[in-house]
């Protein structure tokens, strides 16, 4: 049986259309739980591994007990692509601290809420991805704990938001003068042959396909630094470029109405573009 936007809750399969969850729910509460996004290539899951380690690594980190294991999780995904049938698929991926009356405060025995949800994927138009985005700065508002893949997500709501209104595709966002990342993305700026991107630490969430990118750089032999870049050097890159399970490369060419190197996808970004895809499709 094919069941299309299928959902996985508390260890059951159903159509998305029949999955509810309480209305005290941590989650819906207060934010409380962790996520991930994972893709399918040829309707396989890329580094499905690599995504299930950094969702027990957010789960610690905020004293979440993962009511699976990785094998567990690895089946279950594997099952609903199953049932879903899509050709490429998006599979989200949310752990929440259970149902209680409200209360700041969480009693430790609170059973999870666990809750997988698969749908199409519905991938970047090409035109995109060969002419690049213009995007905007913006100041970096979130909370000290950007490493972590927590649903609260308001900070960059506001910010894509923003992005929205303005007509652009990201918002860059900028601490204390330094740039850490995108709303939805990892940020990568070129010079020459140097690749600099900021540095894995707790103002960041380190994507999946960051970490592919810096391998594919290093290969390529390109200098690679991981260290933060002030935005007079974002501004005064030659090129610069967006990371993400759903972007996968994507060339920056304009920045605050200002182009970027000459305007156009540069040398740097559609060579790891190339490679990128080799090592997906």
């Known amino acids: 049986m094919i069941v299309p936007e299928t959902a996985f809750l508390n260890g059951r399969f159903l159509p998305l259309a029949e999955a509810t969850i309480s209305i005290e729910d941590r989650g819906f509460q207060f934010g409380d739980g962790v996520y991930e996004v994972i893709r399918t290539y040829r309707g396989q899951p890329f580094k499905l591994n690599a995504h299930l380690a950094r969702l027990d690594r957010s789960a610690q980190a905020i004293d979440l007990r993962q009511p699976f294991s990785s094998d567990q999780w690895a089946d279950y995904v594997k099952e609903g692509l199953r049932l879903a049938a899509f050709p490429e ?27 997988m949800t698969i749908r199409e994927l519905q991938p970047l138009n090409a035109g995109i991805q060969a002419n690049g985005v213009a995007v905007i700065t913006m100041k970096d508002i979130r909370w000290g704990r950007c490493d972590i893949k927590s649903i609260n997500l308001l900070a960059n709501v506001l910010a894509r938001q923003q992005a929205k209104d303005r007509g652009v595709f990201e918002a860059i966002l900028v601490r204390d003068g330094q ?49 933060y870049c002030s935005e007079q ?49």
């Open 89 to 115: 698929a998006k599979i989200y991926v949310q752990i929440t601290r259970g149902t209680a009356p409200r209360d700041h405060a969480y009693a430790p025995d609170l059973q999870p809420t666990v809750l």
């Open 179 to 227: 740039v850490t990342e995108g709303a939805v993305s990892n940020v990568f700026i070129v010079r020459d042959r140097n690749l600099f991107t900021a540095p894995e630490g707790a103002w960041i969430l380190s994507g999946v396909t960051r970490e592919v990118v810096l391998d594919l750089a290093r290969h390529e032999g390109l200098t690679v630094q991981e260290r």
């Open 233 to 281: 050097e974002l501004l005064e890159a030659t090129e610069v470029f967006l990371t993400g399970t759903t972007v996968e490369i994507l060339a920056v060419v304009q920045i605050d109405g200002k182009p970027i190197g000459r305007g156009q996808p540069g040398p740097v970004t559609l060579s790891l573009a190339k490679r990128f895809l080799g090592k997906t499709r």
